[in-house]
């Protein structure tokens, strides 16, 4: 990549990110823009994929919400992610978690945590 | 005023609102104000503007007699901008990225990216055939004109042939950011050509 576009990311990216592992847990508090107000809403959810380098690096956090599985797709470095909390360690043997979503019930959001 | 710049790549930035917008970098020059043709002397308006260097012994004499007429050092690509009314610059001006600061749009022309040979259903978007159930028709133009009359090929009919490898100008791009330090020009959305080639930069036309 360009040393160019290197010092342009630069400038829009995060200096401290969590380390994150497929698996996790994570809270993600982002800033919602309602007309002219502003507020914050917590996002937390298990952490199915992490794609994309630099600036765009994005993760896909799936929780289930009253029932329903709701998976949402946040840019690490996005200015509206205000704070960013691993609150459970999980152990993945893979890179994606596409697996989860056809799982049902207790299971839906199990990853093993034993070592 | 049309500049010269270089297409650096792709990346993303973060807008005020922390919305995640794709943008183009484009190196702007600098680039030197060689010569200014008016209608009195070269017969039309223009730019003569001048990018990067080039050593002197690469240069030959024709060449280095042109350079010392105009009085520059030898330069890696000289090209002309052509304009309707006597551009506001003047000889030995150097031209970069603050030409672009407090500007909203800008048009920029470039060569697209050469895709060879291709068929008519990249070329043209084309549906082609159904493909399967026996129908022997996959990716071909259909009908190329009727029969007895005319008994020839329209003109202009869209057949498969070269594709990319033109100029093109993209309109009314938005300017995210004029970066001074870096001396780019970050536009959103694409711009044609690949990496690294030239590309023109203009204020939009259409646009303010």
Known sequence: ?115 | MKVLATKIGMTSVFTEKGLRVPVTLLQVGPSKVLDLKTPEKGGYHAVVLGFGARKAKKVTKAQAGNYKKIGTEPVRIMREARSEEAPAVTVGQALDVSLFEGVKFVDVTGVTIGKGFQGVVKKYRFRGGPGGHGSNFHRRLGSAGANTDPARVWKGKKMPGRMGGENRTILSLEVVKADKENNLLLVKGSVPGSRNTLVWVRKAVKRT
């Open chain 1, 1 to 115: 990549m360009s040393v160019l576009i290197k010092k342009v990311e630069a400038a829009y990216l995060k200096n401290e990110v969590p380390e994150l592992a497929i698996g996790d847990t994570v809270r993600a508090t982002i800033k919602v823009i309602e007309g002219e107000k502003e507020r914050l809403q917590a996002f937390e959810g298990v952490l199915l994929a992490l794609q994309g380098t630099g600036i765009n690096r994005t993760m896909k956090l799936r929780k289930i919400s009253f029932g329903i599985g709701v998976e949402r797709n946040i840019p690490v470095h996005s200015p509206r992610l205000t704070e960013l909390v691993v609150t459970k360690k999980g152990r993945a043997r893979r890179a994606k978690l596409y697996y989860l979503r056809s799982r049902v019930g207790k299971e839906a959001l199990k990853t093993k945590n034993k070592i």
